[in-house]
C-alpha cells in the first residue's frame, strides 16, 4: 500500500516563509512527477508547482518567484519552500506523485501506475 504524507505547513506571516515535505512510502516501483496543489475554501484545487523525476520544476504565475519546488529521489520526498507569502496563499496544500506501486498476487508480480494523493496540509498566512 502506498502512502503520500504531508508535513509542514501551519501559521506564516505575510512576507514570511513556510515549508512543506511530503514523503512517499510503500511499494512504490517508481516515481514520475512530484508535485503540489492546493485547494482554499469554495475553490476548486489548482496547481502550485511540479517537478520532473530528473529535477525539472514547473510553477504556476501565481507563485513563480515565490515558490521552490524541491525532491529527493533517494527519499521519495518532495518539497515546497514558499516565500514572500500573500494573503491569496491560504489554502489546504495537497502533495501528488504519478507513481507506479506494485505487488504479488500468489507468487505473480503487478504493477500499476496511478496518481496518488496526500491528506493534505493547511496553510495559513497572518497580515
Known amino acids: 500500500q502506498v502512502q503520500l504524507v504531508e508535513s509542514g505547513g501551519g501559521l506564516g506571516q505575510a512576507g514570511g516563509s513556510l515549508r512543506l515535505s511530503c514523503a512517499a512510502s510503500?511499494?512504490?516501483?517508481?516515481?514520475?512527477?512530484m508535485g503540489w496543489y492546493r485547494q482554499a475554501p469554495g475553490q476548486q484545487r489548482d496547481l502550485v508547482a511540479t517537478?520532473?523525476?530528473?529535477?525539472?520544476?514547473h510553477y504556476t504565475d501565481a507563485v513563480n518567484g515565490r515558490f521552490t519546488i524541491s525532491r529527493d529521489n533517494a527519499k521519495n520526498t518532495v518539497i515546497l519552500q514558499m516565500n514572500s507569502l500573500r494573503p491569496e496563499d491560504p489554502a489546504v496544500y495537497y502533495c501528488?506523485?504519478?507513481?507506479?506501486?506494485?505487488?504479488?498476487?500468489?507468487?505473480?508480480?503487478?504493477?500499476?501506475?496511478?496518481?496518488?494523493w496526500g491528506q493534505g496540509t493547511q496553510v495559513t498566512v497572518t497580515s
Open positions: 501528488t506523485a504519478d507513481l507506479t506501486a506494485y505487488r504479488a498476487i500468489d507468487d505473480v508480480f503487478h504493477s500499476n501506475r496511478s496518481q496518488y
Open positions: 510503500g511499494s512504490i516501483l517508481s516515481i514520475g512527477d
Open positions: 517537478i520532473t523525476s530528473d529535477g525539472t520544476p
